[in-house]
């Protein structure tokens, strides 16, 4: 069974910078993509980053330039750093494999406002 723990979020300013992590346990290969997701009030969840050994790491043109994806397999934690972050960011984000397992986290509230 897989799970993943996602923490790191909060309330920050427009232009501000939050770092995300995940905590995946069960049986996620090293090898096996991961992802970022996020689900604003109102729309569907979409697909942010994804992280794999075999590809450069995506991204949604919406972040691109400013989030970067990492992971550390030894800690089997996936990290998402955001900056300059916008209103438009403000979302549940989650972590997932790409394509994702049926089970998904709690999430974590990222809130950009002044």
């Known amino acids: 069974q897989v799970q993943f723990v996602e923490s790191g979020g909060g309330l920050v300013q427009p232009g501000g910078s939050l770092r995300l992590s995940c905590l995946a346990s069960g049986s996620v290969s090293s090898s096996y993509a991961m992802g970022w997701y996020r689900q604003a009030p109102g729309k569907q969840r979409e697909l942010v980053a994804t992280?794999?050994?075999?590809?450069?790491?995506y991204y949604a043109d919406s972040v691109k330039g400013r989030f970067t994806i990492s992971r550390d397999n030894a800690k089997k934690t996936v990290y998402l750093q955001m900056n300059s972050l916008k209103p438009e960011d403000t979302a549940v984000y989650y972590c997932?494999?790409?394509?994702?397992?049926?089970?998904w986290g709690q999430g974590t509230q990222v809130t950009v406002s002044s």
């Open positions: 992280i794999a050994a075999v590809y450069s790491p």
């Open positions: 997932n494999g790409n394509p994702a397992f049926l089970s």
